[in-house]
Protein backbone atom coordinates (compact mmCIF):
# COMPACT_ATOMS: atom_id res chain seq x y z
CA UNK A 1 0.00 0.00 0.00
CA UNK A 2 0.92 3.45 -0.48
CA UNK A 3 3.49 4.84 2.21
CA UNK A 4 4.05 8.97 2.90
CA UNK A 5 7.30 9.24 4.87
CA UNK A 6 8.02 12.84 6.38
CA UNK A 7 11.00 15.15 7.28
CA UNK A 8 12.23 16.53 9.83
CA UNK A 9 9.97 14.78 12.72
CA UNK A 10 10.66 17.78 14.16
CA UNK A 11 11.70 21.66 13.23
CA UNK A 12 13.02 24.88 14.71
CA UNK A 13 13.76 28.03 13.09
CA UNK A 14 14.10 31.34 13.87
CA UNK A 15 11.16 34.27 13.35
CA UNK A 16 11.24 35.59 10.20
CA UNK A 17 13.29 32.58 8.40
CA UNK A 18 12.14 30.09 6.68
CA UNK A 19 10.82 26.40 7.17
CA UNK A 20 11.19 23.61 4.59
CA UNK A 21 9.54 19.86 5.31
CA UNK A 22 9.64 17.02 2.82
CA UNK A 23 7.74 13.69 2.14
CA UNK A 24 8.17 11.17 0.10
CA UNK A 25 5.06 8.86 -1.10
CA UNK A 26 5.19 5.25 -2.87
CA UNK A 27 2.20 5.11 -5.31
CA UNK A 28 2.96 6.71 -8.68
CA UNK A 29 -0.94 6.71 -9.07
CA UNK A 30 -1.04 9.21 -6.82
CA UNK A 31 -2.72 12.89 -7.60
CA UNK A 32 -3.60 14.91 -4.83
CA UNK A 33 -1.31 15.74 -1.87
CA UNK A 34 -2.68 18.13 0.34
CA UNK A 35 -0.79 19.92 4.02
CA UNK A 36 -2.69 19.95 6.87
CA UNK A 37 -1.77 22.19 9.91
CA UNK A 38 -2.56 21.58 13.62
CA UNK A 39 -2.34 23.75 16.37
CA UNK A 40 -2.91 21.83 20.02
CA UNK A 41 -5.95 20.79 21.02
CA UNK A 42 -7.18 21.32 17.23
CA UNK A 43 -8.16 19.35 13.99
CA UNK A 44 -5.87 19.43 11.23
CA UNK A 45 -6.54 22.29 9.07
CA UNK A 46 -6.13 22.46 5.26
CA UNK A 47 -3.53 24.82 4.49
CA UNK A 48 -2.54 23.93 0.76
CA UNK A 49 -2.49 21.16 -1.61
CA UNK A 50 -1.39 20.47 -5.00
CA UNK A 51 -2.28 18.29 -8.52
CA UNK A 52 -0.28 15.95 -9.86
CA UNK A 53 -0.44 18.13 -13.02
CA UNK A 54 1.47 21.35 -11.12
CA UNK A 55 4.63 21.32 -9.79
CA UNK A 56 3.95 24.51 -7.58
CA UNK A 57 1.32 26.01 -6.13
CA UNK A 58 1.74 29.81 -3.36
CA UNK A 59 -0.46 31.02 -1.19
CA UNK A 60 0.86 34.06 0.35
CA UNK A 61 3.69 32.34 2.56
CA UNK A 62 3.31 29.24 1.93
CA UNK A 63 4.02 27.31 -1.39
CA UNK A 64 4.21 23.63 -2.15
CA UNK A 65 6.27 21.65 -4.79
CA UNK A 66 5.92 18.50 -6.25
CA UNK A 67 8.41 16.40 -8.02
CA UNK A 68 6.09 13.52 -9.51
CA UNK A 69 9.67 11.98 -10.85
CA UNK A 70 11.03 11.48 -7.79
CA UNK A 71 7.94 10.98 -5.61
CA UNK A 72 8.28 13.82 -3.66
CA UNK A 73 6.81 17.24 -2.36
CA UNK A 74 7.97 19.32 0.18
CA UNK A 75 6.27 22.71 2.10
CA UNK A 76 8.13 26.28 2.17
CA UNK A 77 6.64 28.32 4.50
CA UNK A 78 8.81 31.63 4.23
CA UNK A 79 9.22 34.67 7.20
CA UNK A 80 7.97 32.36 9.59
CA UNK A 81 6.17 33.86 12.36
CA UNK A 82 5.55 32.25 15.78
CA UNK A 83 1.89 31.70 15.07
CA UNK A 84 3.19 29.09 12.54
CA UNK A 85 4.69 26.72 15.19
CA UNK A 86 1.91 23.80 15.24
CA UNK A 87 2.42 20.47 13.66
CA UNK A 88 2.37 19.84 9.86
CA UNK A 89 1.43 17.10 7.90
CA UNK A 90 1.56 15.81 4.38
CA UNK A 91 -0.98 13.36 2.63
CA UNK A 92 -1.23 11.50 -0.54
CA UNK A 93 -4.45 10.50 -2.14
CA UNK A 94 -4.59 6.85 -3.22
CA UNK A 95 -7.26 6.88 -6.08
CA UNK A 96 -7.39 3.30 -6.62
CA UNK A 97 -9.31 3.47 -2.89
CA UNK A 98 -11.94 5.97 -3.54
CA UNK A 99 -10.31 9.45 -1.83
CA UNK A 100 -8.75 8.02 1.05
CA UNK A 101 -5.77 9.70 2.29
CA UNK A 102 -2.55 8.58 3.55
CA UNK A 103 -0.83 10.81 5.95
CA UNK A 104 2.84 11.41 7.01
CA UNK A 105 3.95 11.07 10.61
CA UNK A 106 3.84 14.88 10.70
CA UNK A 107 6.52 17.68 11.91
CA UNK A 108 6.43 19.68 14.62
CA UNK A 109 7.39 23.30 13.97
CA UNK A 110 8.33 25.92 16.31
CA UNK A 111 9.27 29.63 15.26
CA UNK A 112 11.06 31.16 18.11
CA UNK A 113 10.61 34.59 18.53
CA UNK B 1 -20.63 27.92 7.41
CA UNK B 2 -20.70 25.29 10.81
CA UNK B 3 -17.51 23.39 9.62
CA UNK B 4 -17.65 19.63 10.63
CA UNK B 5 -19.23 19.27 14.58
CA UNK B 6 -18.50 16.56 16.49
CA UNK B 7 -19.65 15.69 20.11
CA UNK B 8 -18.72 15.24 23.02
CA UNK B 9 -15.17 17.44 22.66
CA UNK B 10 -14.21 15.24 25.71
CA UNK B 11 -15.06 11.55 26.97
CA UNK B 12 -13.75 10.17 30.11
CA UNK B 13 -14.74 6.89 30.83
CA UNK B 14 -14.49 3.22 32.54
CA UNK B 15 -13.22 0.32 30.32
CA UNK B 16 -15.63 -1.75 29.77
CA UNK B 17 -18.86 0.93 29.11
CA UNK B 18 -20.02 1.40 25.57
CA UNK B 19 -18.97 4.81 24.36
CA UNK B 20 -20.71 6.69 20.94
CA UNK B 21 -18.75 9.37 19.18
CA UNK B 22 -20.86 12.01 16.82
CA UNK B 23 -20.31 13.80 13.72
CA UNK B 24 -22.28 16.25 11.68
CA UNK B 25 -20.32 16.50 8.31
CA UNK B 26 -20.65 20.27 6.27
CA UNK B 27 -23.61 20.38 4.63
CA UNK B 28 -24.05 19.08 1.04
CA UNK B 29 -20.61 17.08 1.54
CA UNK B 30 -21.27 13.47 0.98
CA UNK B 31 -18.52 11.73 1.79
CA UNK B 32 -17.32 11.16 5.67
CA UNK B 33 -14.17 9.79 7.44
CA UNK B 34 -13.40 8.60 11.00
CA UNK B 35 -9.54 9.16 12.02
CA UNK B 36 -7.84 7.92 15.18
CA UNK B 37 -5.12 9.91 16.09
CA UNK B 38 -2.74 8.63 18.81
CA UNK B 39 1.41 9.42 19.68
CA UNK B 40 2.26 6.03 18.60
CA UNK B 41 0.25 5.57 15.31
CA UNK B 42 -0.18 9.05 13.89
CA UNK B 43 -3.21 9.62 11.96
CA UNK B 44 -5.08 6.77 11.02
CA UNK B 45 -8.32 6.18 8.91
CA UNK B 46 -10.81 3.98 10.40
CA UNK B 47 -13.87 3.80 7.85
CA UNK B 48 -15.09 6.04 5.90
CA UNK B 49 -19.13 6.74 3.65
CA UNK B 50 -19.78 7.95 0.88
CA UNK B 51 -23.39 8.54 0.06
CA UNK B 52 -24.03 7.23 3.53
CA UNK B 53 -22.38 3.42 2.40
CA UNK B 54 -19.68 2.48 3.85
CA UNK B 55 -16.70 1.98 1.83
CA UNK B 56 -13.83 1.06 3.15
CA UNK B 57 -13.55 -0.19 6.65
CA UNK B 58 -10.64 -2.15 6.60
CA UNK B 59 -9.20 0.33 9.42
CA UNK B 60 -11.33 -0.18 11.77
CA UNK B 61 -9.02 -1.95 14.57
CA UNK B 62 -11.59 -5.11 15.75
CA UNK B 63 -15.20 -6.05 16.04
CA UNK B 64 -15.62 -3.66 19.26
CA UNK B 65 -15.55 -0.92 16.63
CA UNK B 66 -18.56 0.33 14.67
CA UNK B 67 -19.46 2.79 12.43
CA UNK B 68 -22.84 4.19 10.80
CA UNK B 69 -24.70 7.02 9.24
CA UNK B 70 -28.07 7.06 9.12
CA UNK B 71 -28.15 10.00 6.90
CA UNK B 72 -25.80 12.60 5.39
CA UNK B 73 -26.10 15.18 8.15
CA UNK B 74 -24.94 12.51 11.17
CA UNK B 75 -22.85 9.62 11.29
CA UNK B 76 -21.93 7.69 14.84
CA UNK B 77 -18.34 5.79 16.12
CA UNK B 78 -19.25 3.73 18.54
CA UNK B 79 -17.17 1.33 20.91
CA UNK B 80 -17.99 -1.43 22.39
CA UNK B 81 -16.94 -2.40 25.22
CA UNK B 82 -13.92 0.02 25.39
CA UNK B 83 -10.46 -0.31 26.51
CA UNK B 84 -8.02 1.93 27.69
CA UNK B 85 -5.81 1.55 24.56
CA UNK B 86 -8.60 2.90 22.70
CA UNK B 87 -7.80 6.54 24.29
CA UNK B 88 -6.80 8.71 21.43
CA UNK B 89 -8.40 11.88 19.28
CA UNK B 90 -11.09 10.92 17.16
CA UNK B 91 -11.93 12.98 14.27
CA UNK B 92 -14.80 13.40 12.17
CA UNK B 93 -13.34 14.50 8.38
CA UNK B 94 -16.14 15.19 5.29
CA UNK B 95 -15.61 16.00 1.68
CA UNK B 96 -17.29 16.86 -0.89
CA UNK B 97 -17.13 13.56 -2.88
CA UNK B 98 -17.68 15.16 -6.39
CA UNK B 99 -15.38 14.07 -8.64
CA UNK B 100 -12.16 15.92 -8.83
CA UNK B 101 -12.70 17.49 -5.00
CA UNK B 102 -10.58 15.49 -2.52
CA UNK B 103 -10.42 18.49 0.13
CA UNK B 104 -11.12 17.16 3.35
CA UNK B 105 -12.40 19.00 6.36
CA UNK B 106 -11.71 17.94 9.87
CA UNK B 107 -13.97 18.56 12.45
CA UNK B 108 -12.30 19.55 16.27
CA UNK B 109 -11.77 15.63 17.46
CA UNK B 110 -13.15 13.92 20.47
CA UNK B 111 -10.56 13.50 22.75
CA UNK B 112 -11.29 9.99 24.45
CA UNK B 113 -9.97 8.34 28.03
CA UNK B 114 -10.74 5.04 29.29
CA UNK B 115 -9.26 4.51 32.54
Known amino acids: GENVEQHPSTLSVQEGDSAVIKCTYSDSASNYFPWYKQELGKGPQLIID?????GEKKDQRIAVTLNKTAKHFSLHITETQPEDSAVYFC????????????FGAGTILRVKS | DAGVIQSPRHEVTEMGQEVTLRCKPISGHNSLFWYRQTMMRGLELLIY????????DSGMPEDRFSAKMPNASFSTLKIQPSEPRDSAVYFC?????????????FGPGTRLTVT
Open chain 1, 50 to 54: IRSNV
Open chain 2, 49 to 56: FNNNVPID
Open chain 2, 93 to 105: ASQAGDAGKYEQY
Open chain 1, 91 to 102: AALLPEYGNKLV
